[in-house]
């Protein structure tokens, strides 16, 4: 039997360094943290016979694929390119709407937001490069590493020649070609059934590259096959370790994205499965059921047990012209499709499809919302006005109440021809307020019959997780988002109709000559510093600041000592100063030796969002515009005002204390005059009184001059509790901005994990569940919070707190009131 | 810090109660998986109290061949009789393929009745820690043993005729300990500043160049570029680390090495950390090593008490920590990221490279790995003729060195032994006492399993041709016998030699011995990445099978062919494993179908 490669293949064994171990001076080279400088560093190489240049490093991006910003000039994290990286960038070039339909190199086991492992070796590619031959050496010769090499991990190096399955190199895609069918024939074997439907992501990968590859998943299956049993013991997920291929997702988003920390790798070699805590079943482990590791999985290893049961679904449906939307039919359409199976399947109750008639109004403006609509058929008109107004007196009533009223229709009044109009070319409208938490800006109603799909806010942050509806949704939000700030910013308020029409349409103008749009939208992470004092504001990317959401903290240095001197909420602006120094206005003000520096430091105290013009651009803006260049002077003026009383009173803590504390982002704030306050702990019992016995709230926390800010819920105007529940059971109720949390809450502990004062508290509730056609009492984390006694008849004027303190020192009042009333007390 | 805290509890209770390990969490303020993800990817430590008596049995090549299975399966009958719990398990490799079949039993018993009426969980479990170990024994001895018989003895390496003061590496042979780590004390008295130092490094490098000393582990590096590699490697710390892990069927010269000479390896790896600047030194060994834990750990104090090792060595401002790292068990440790990674407290799962272990090893710092055997001939070379004398000690000019091989199998003195680079094979069997029994060569396994089994005799037509053209003309099969063992020469060859060789003899059955070979790759995979994980499980089943009888020729020839499922997942295995184990699992199963038909034929269906 000499038909052998035996003696042929040894060589591999052999290979004790990777063909890119070193570099082009045989020096090996050491894989360090990538800095700044290597996106400034180019690295060309060859993919499937085609040349790209890449930097050195790419930007790392969260799980939400948006790139993680650092600061307000815009500054990102880098991470060494990869080849799955390089490629992707070629992909790009040729397709920028859909790049990966472009990609050639199949992944199983990576995602783009978490670290690579490389354990599937599904993304294997030949690498090679080229040697002088060694008979003559005036010839290059392409030279291929005995291995093939993961490309999810492998840093490009310089002078690399990558082949994929689809190479033009028929020996070297042919031979990537036969690891990469052996391989998906050995998983698809162990655990893809044999009647496998294309539920996840390994059986469409496997059914996508069957007729390319030739694949056969019944030639590599095991002789017994595996044979776990299931995990039936989490009330959210089943778990099959005959379908799990430890990929390492869901190890990774547990501990990676949600830090959890519960699941790991147990056993060793071929009955390794993944594992909670101390191999525990997953309902006894100390796992929150977030579901991250099931959005995660590949496979049907982690799978949802039954649909999210949400009481919004149930009396939606009892309107008219509300249907259910099944998760085959999610596929069909053009964004949920992005969804994985189980999600739609898990969360099919967060999506409605709504039949609707003339006139029918989908929200309104200024409510809070937790819903968007997914055009489908029909045109709609938007509205900048709230319908409610000129209705004073008439309690408002909110969505919210409405749809839980029974849905009484009101007689909605004329509202004239709308502002504009959107059809189904425009996907998907009232997404903003999910995205940010801000009140609805516009008012939406039908033009004529047509359709929309009512989704709930976590199908919208879910999508965000497929790059390409991530894509679609965030080029839909950006350009809504800066067309909306430049219609109502004020800094534009006292301009003329006309000229504020020229400034507008010259922002939303591209830049003839660096071909950008000439506005940007930024987004900051709390603590990001946007600008420093000191710093140079004059170069071209120096840039004026408009804060569209969030709080922006303004402090300056006085003697090495940092004193907060202002904090910007919505709507401010700040960074001129710097940029327009030489303009004569100003040349009074400015004291000599500031000119083109930034005068303080500008951070972000919470999620930020900015609208930033550059140099250049806002130079021109103004240049042409000699009413800005009022509003400048006097907005100038008054800083420097505000510089000179910080730098000539002794230190107060006020301002520092009222920023470091969050209290300019509360609306809601429950404060007790400690003057006044005796113990006595009414409040506290009323709590419990019209909360089932439990109190919501505690009568401690931090002091704020002579006031305690008790640790009820604030009613922040940018929560951080919204952000990330799975299931979209928390949000912003109706009139009284109060959060609510609803009650197909899964106890996950985001939302309390997520508020920085500590006012959401999970406890425990005994509930009533199946199992196997028992009913059998399990006990169920829930969050809860205040709810600003949502429920209390009567209790929309005074919550029961405040009603029932007997001495006259609990008071409910926004952050801003709070500095106020501090603020006199001291003159 | 976890598998120290591990062993401590292990050794406490005689296993990891579920308590200690929530408590363990806590102390650690680590999560319970990252404590799982450990204690369950190692053999040595158990979450369930052990039973009265464990009984390891070893089942891999030699004793395997000595008949280790059958062991298992008569002990196994006979421990059902007994009233004592009795725990019969075939294990992998315990590094006493000299003396097959290796056995090794834990008596968890109390020793005596106050300590069982106290109920004192330490008394009664410490006792039991220390196994009684049986080579080459009867299962009569075994079974007595296992029953509590106290009077048969227990077998240590250090039973074995010492002749430490015969081999070559040994530059203190027959010399008192004083005047041992001379290379210590040239480095030092060398010069004081650190360009003067420098000299000797340059120095000590060139005498490793001049000797040609290559990694003695498998791979067959070149030491001093490593050392230099190491050396002008970026960082603030650098490590030094030994792997003494030796856990491959049929290699056991480390052992000897570990037990005889631990003062040329503690000499060499000092050394390497004076030329690399590193300050902290590992000897991992395997934990089966209990004797040679003990001399290396004594020998690492001797060497304190010296002054050479530990802070300030002969009162300069150079120090250098050493300490052995005891492993907590499996094949996979021997792989050196793997081994970095059981340090670093993870599960000993081989990392991707690039990186290289030089630039980014251990907590990610540069990172010196030799075997046992390259940092102790390390004494030898630069204290003898600059290298030069090392060169000289192969069988021709060609050559260079010497080194240590183990063998064991069919010959009648298995053996660790040092001999010229170059010997023939046939000549090595011969320093081993010859063929056992007056059998004639079947198969010689080179590199433990890894290289598959390659025929005392093959046909020319094996070969590729560039490899044909070698040969004299008229020549019709290569008799191994005649092949000069040298790692470049068999590089040529293309085929494997590592330092563990098994011969068989014609009464093997190598449809056993390789099925054995396959299930062993299965046990010891890692699991981490998916051609090997399921690959190796894959090839079992094959192995099974035809072991079976349930294949007709035809479909053994199908599987074999070079279109064939096995050809195909064996490349697929080779092309796109992590690492090594995954890349030669496949090898007993395509070699015994390549070079034995005769011996497939014979358990095909009919």
Redesign the interface.
């Known amino acids: ?14 290979e ?3 063909l ?2 070193r570099d082009m001076n045989g ?5 360090e943290q990538a800095t700044r400088k290597d996106f400034d560093e180019r690295i060309t190489l060859t993919i499937d016979g085609e040349e790209i240049t890449v930097p050195k490093a790419v930007p790392q991006t969260d799980s939400q694929g948006n790139i993680i910003i650092v600061d307000g000039s815009g500054r990102t994290i880098p991470r060494r390119t990869t080849i799955y990286d390089a490629a992707l960038l070629l992909a790009r070039k040729k397709n920028p709407q859909n790049p990966r339909a472009e990609l050639n190199i199949p992944t199983v086991c990576h995602a783009e937001h978490l670290p690579p ?6 993304c ?1 590619v030949e690498v090679a490069r080229l040697q002088a031959d060694r008979k003559d050496p005036t010839k290059m010769r392409e030279v291929a590493g ?3 090499v ?1 490309a999810c ?2 840093p490009v190096e310089p002078g690399m020649i990558i082949h994929t399955h689809k190479s033009p190199n028929e020996k070297a895609a042919g ?1 990537v070609g ?2 990469v069918k ?2 998906l024939e ?2 698809g ?2 655990h893809l059934p044999a009647d496998t439907k294309d539920e996840s992501e390994l059986a469409q990968l496997v059914t996508k590259l069957k007729p390319t590859l030739g694949i056969d998943t019944q ?2 299956v ?3 096959p595996l044979n776990y049993k299931p995990d039936f013991t989490s009330s959210l997920i089943n778990v099959d370790h005959n379908a799990c ?2 990929c390492d997702r869901c ?1 990774r988003a547990c ?1 990676v994205i949600k830090e959890n ?12 499965r993944i ?5 525990d079943p997953m309902g006894e482990s ?1 796992c929150v059921e977030c579901g991250e590791c099931m959005l995660h999985c590949p496979t049907t290893a982690l799978t949802f047990r039954k649909p999210i049961d949400s009481d919004w679904y149930r009396e939606q449906l009892k309107l008219p012209g509300r249907f259910e939307v099944t998760p085959e039919e999610m596929a069909n359409d053009r964004l949920l499709r992005a969804l994985p199976y189980r999600y739609r399947q898990w969360n099919q109750t967060s999506v409605v499809r709504r039949k609707v008639k003339a006139g029918d109004e989908l929200c309104i403006l200024g409510e809070h919302g937790n819903t968007a609509f997914i055009l489908r058929e029909g045109r709609f008109g938007i509205y900048l006005q709230d319908p409610r107004a000129g209705h004073q007196g008439q309690r408002a009533v909110g969505v919210w109440e409405r749809i839980f009223s029974g849905g009484t229709v009101k007689k909605i009044p004329e509202l004239g021809a709308p502002n504009f109009e959107v059809s189904p070319a425009d996907l998907i409208i009232g997404e903003m307020t999910c995205m940010n938490h801000y009140p609805r800006t516009a008012t939406i109603r039908a033009l004529n019959d047509g359709e929309v799909l009512e989704i709930r806010r976590n199908m919208l942050y879910t999508l965000q997780r497929n790059p390409e509806s991530r894509e679609v949704l965030d080029s839909v939000y950006r350009s809504r988002a800066l067309s909306n700030h430049l219609k109502r910013v004020p800094f534009f308020a006292t301009l003329s109709d006309a000229e504020r029409k020229a400034a507008q349409d010259f922002l939303t103008q591209v830049d003839p000559q660096t071909k950008q749009p000439r506005v940007k939208l930024v987004r900051l992470q709390p603590g990001q510093t946007i600008f420093r004092q000191g710093e140079s504001a004059n170069e071209s990317q120096s840039g004026f600041y408009m804060v569209r959401i969030g709080h922006v903290k303004v402090s300056q240095t006085f003697g090495g000592e940092e004193r907060v001197i202002n904090y910007l909420g919505p709507d401010k602006n700040f960074g001129e100063l710097g940029l327009l120094a030489d303009y004569e206005e100003l040349r009074d003000v400015i004291p000599a030796g500031l000119e083109n520096r930034r005068t303080a430091t500008c951070t972000a105290l919470d999620d930020v969002e900015l609208v930033v013009i550059d140099r250049d651009n806002f130079r021109q803006l103004v240049h042409e515009s000699k009413p800005l260049r009022k509003v400048i002077a006097q907005q100038t003026a008054a800083i420097m005002q505000q510089r000179q009383d910080a730098a000539m009173r002794p230190t107060t803590p006020l301002l520092e204390e009222f920023t470091s504390q969050g209290l300019y982002n509360a609306q809601r704030l429950l404060v007790l005059d400690l003057e006044s306050c005796t113990r006595c702990d009414e409040c506290v019992k009323a709590c419990a009184d019209v909360h089932d016995g439990v109190t919501r709230f505690i009568r401690d926390g931090l002091r704020f001059d002579k006031w305690l800010v008790a640790s009820a819920c604030r009613s922040c105007s940018d929560p951080y509790c919204l952000v990330g529940c799975p299931v979209d059971a928390i949000h912003r109720g109706g009139e009284r901005l109060e959060i609510k949390i609803e009650s197909h809450c899964i106890g996950c502990g985001q939302c309390a994990n997520n508020c920085p004062y500590g006012n959401i508290n999970m406890y425990s509730e005994e509930q009533k569940e199946d199992y196997g056609g028992k009913r059998v009492a399990v006990t169920r984390s829930k969050a809860t919070m205040c709810d600003l006694c949502h429920d209390v008849p009567g209790a929309e004027k005074e919550v029961s707190c405040v009603f029932a303190c007997p001495h006259h020192a609990a008071f409910r009042m926004s952050g801003p009131e709070l500095l106020k009333l501090v603020a006199n007390d001291h003159k | 810090m976890i598998v120290q805290e591990l062993y401590k509890i292990q050794n406490q209770h005689g296993y990891l109660p579920r308590v200690e390990l929530e408590g363990l969490a806590q102390r650690l303020a680590t999560p319970l998986y990252r404590i799982q993800e450990v204690v369950s990817f190692f053999p040595h430590f158990r979450i369930t109290p052990p039973p009265d008596v464990e009984v390891h049995v070893c089942i891999d090549m030699a004793c395997h061949l000595r008949g280790g299975e059958q062991m298992v399966t008569e002990l196994t009958k006979r421990a059902e009789g007994s009233e004592a719990k009795i725990e019969v398990c075939g294990v992998s490799c315990l590094g006493r393929c000299d003396r097959a079949v290796a056995v090794r039993v834990f008596d968890h018993r109390h020793t005596t009745t106050s300590d069982h009426a106290s109920g004192n969980g330490h008394a009664r479990h410490s006792a039991g820690h220390e196994p009684h170990t049986l080579l080459g024994r009867s299962v009569d001895d075994v079974t007595a043993v296992m029953n509590g018989d106290k009077t048969i003895k227990n077998d240590l390496d250090a039973d074995l005729p010492d002749i430490s003061d015969r081999w070559r590496i040994n530059l203190y042979a027959n010399k008192p300990a004083a005047e041992r780590y001379a290379a210590i004390n040239r480095f030092i008295a060398s010069g004081k500043d650190d360009a003067a130092r420098d000299v000797e490094r340059e120095r000590v490098l060139k005498a490793l160049e001049t000797g040609n000393l290559l990694g003695m582990g498998g791979a067959g590096g070149r030491t001093y570029k490593k050392w230099g590699e190491v050396r002008k490697a970026v960082g603030d710390v650098k490590y030094v680390v030994c792997n003494g892990d030796e856990s491959e069927p049929g290699t056991f010269k480390d052992r000897e090495l570990l037990l005889r000479t631990p003062y040329l390896i503690v000499e060499g790896m000092i050394l390497a950390g004076l030329i690399v600047n590193a300050e902290r030194g590992y000897v991992y060994i395997r934990h089966e090593f209990e004797e040679q834990i003990a001399s290396v750990r004594a020998e690492i104090e001797r060497a304190k008490e010296m002054g050479v090792c530990g802070d300030n060595i002969l009162g300069t401002t150079q120090s250098f920590q050493l300490e052995v790292f005891v492993s907590p068990g499996g094949y996979i440790c021997g792989e050196q990221t793997a081994l970095i990674q059981a340090i670093q407290d993870q599960r000993a799962e081989p990392r991707n490279r690039p990186p290289e272990l030089q630039t980014n090893g251990l907590w990610d710092m540069p990172t010196l790995l030799n075997n046992v055997e390259t940092f102790a001939w390390v004494p030898a070379i630069t204290e003898k003729e600059e290298g030069a004398w090392f060169a000289a000690q192969a069988t021709k000019e060609e050559f260079k060195g010497a080194r240590f091989f183990s063998v064991s199998g069919d010959v009648n003195k298995p053996a660790a032994v040092e001999v010229p680079i170059g010997i023939k094979i046939g000549e090595l069997i011969e320093r081993c006492g010859g063929m056992k029994d007056g059998q004639k060569l079947l198969a010689i396994a080179l590199s433990g399993p890894s290289g598959g089994f390659i025929p005392a005799k093959f046909p020319l037509e094996a070969f590729p041709p560039d490899i044909v053209k070698r040969l004299p003309a008229g020549a019709t099969e290569v008799d191994i016998c005649e092949l000069e063992l040298d790692i470049a020469l068999f590089r040529r060859w293309k085929l494997m030699m590592g330092a563990g060789i098994v011969i068989y003899g014609d009464k093997t059955n190598l449809v056993e011995q390789a099925l054995a070979c396959l299930k062993f790759y299965k046990r010891e995979s890692c699991g981490k990445c998916v051609p090997c994980r399921i690959g190796s499980t894959r090839m079992v089943e094959w192995g099974e099978q035809l072991q079976q009888r349930s294949v007709t020729k035809q479909e053994v020839e199908l599987l074999g062919s070079s279109s064939g499922p096995l050809q195909e997942l064996a490349m697929t295995m080779r092309s796109t494993a992590i690492c090594g184990l995954g890349t030669v699992a496949p090898n007993p199963l395509t070699t015994l179908l390549a070079f034995f038909p005769e011996q497939v034929a014979s358990y095909t269906k009919s």
């Open positions: 039997m000499a038909d052998n490669n035996y003696f042929d293949s040894m060589s591999a064994v052999w004790e360094e990777g890119f171990a020096q090996l080279i050491r894989a492992v490389g354990v599937c070796r599904v294997s005995e291995k093939l993961p991990v492998h031979r036969q690891q052996v391989l050995l998983l074997g162990d030639r590599l095991p002789l017994r291929i430890l190890a501990t920390f519960v699941i790991g790798r147990t056993g060793k070699g071929y009955s390794t594992g909670f805590d101390l191999n100390s």
